[in-house]
T-cell receptor, first 115, second 110 residues
Framework: GAVVSQHPSRVICKSGTSVKIECRSL??????MFWYRQFPKQSLMLMAT?????????EQGVEKDKFLINHASLTLSTLTVTSAHPEDSSFYIC???????????FGSGTRLTVV | EDKVVQSPLSLVVHEGDTVTLNCSYE??????LLWYKQEKKAPTFLFML??SGIEKKSGRLSSILDKKELFSILNITATQTGDSAVYLC??????????WGAGTKLIIKP
């Protein structure tokens, strides 16, 4: 089945540094990738929609200069958290749309902790 | 504003019980409704519902969509401790974006 590989699964970084999260579609082409964050005991919050070869569309309240999304190829989308702060600590998940039957597939998520 | 509301927010039952989880939605240009199970990591897909009134089944789980009343239910029969998880529903809008509910935390006691 269609798999999205997300790395790293867990990262701890210092305040002020940048962290890059990668999502790769392994056996299909993901023209559209969705990026979510999830706070403890809360649902997924859509951050942005990225389309291959074009600029990402960010949801209201999400800083595009802080959360840089690049979707340079049909199999790779990246999210870079720039100048990370402790409040950026969260669970980040990517998702790619599949087809009418199976809907969407998710990466395994990245647990980011900023200290 | 698009929104999805799930109820109850949490539920504790005993093994063997049957549970019904609810999901109502208000989404512009609705396309479909999805159910996911989330344990420790990313959600795992359960069902995608696009047509009203057609029940989808997978083992002890089943789900149905009512597009007139704008809701869906997820049933789990003969529950097992392994069913303990957060169950999320999401409505897909015209841009193929998922509007997520807050989830129902289900705890199955032995």
């Amino acid at each position: 089945g269609a798999v999205v590989s997300q790395h790293p699964s867990r990262v701890i970084c210092k305040s002020g540094t940048s962290v890059k999260i990668e999502c790769r579609s392994l056996d299909f082409q993901a023209t559209t990738m969705f990026w979510y964050r999830q706070f403890p005991k809360q649902s997924l919050m859509l951050m942005a929609t990225s389309n291959e070869g074009s600029k990402a569309t960010y949801e209201q309240g999400v800083e595009k200069d802080k959360f840089l999304i690049n979707h340079a190829s049909l199999t790779l989308s990246t999210l870079t958290v720039t100048s990370a702060h402790p409040e950026d600590s969260s669970f980040y998940i990517c998702s790619a749309r599949l087809d009418r039957i199976y809907g969407y597939t998710f990466g395994s998520g990245t647990r980011l902790t900023v200290v | 504003e698009d929104k999805v509301v799930q109820s109850p927010l949490s539920l504790v039952v005993h093994e063997g019980d049957t549970v019904t989880l609810n999901c109502s939605y208000e989404v512009t240009n609705f396309r479909s409704l999805l159910w996911y199970k989330q344990e420790k990591k990313a959600p795992t897909f359960l069902f995608m519902l696009t047509s009203s009134g057609i029940e989808k089944k997978s083992g002890r789980l089943s789900s149905i969509l009512d597009k007139k009343e704008l809701f869906s239910i997820l049933n789990i029969t003969a529950t097992q401790t392994g069913d303990s998880a957060v169950y999320l529903c999401a409505a897909v809008n015209s841009n193929y974006q998922l509007i997520w509910g807050a989830g129902t935390k289900l705890i199955i006691k032995p």
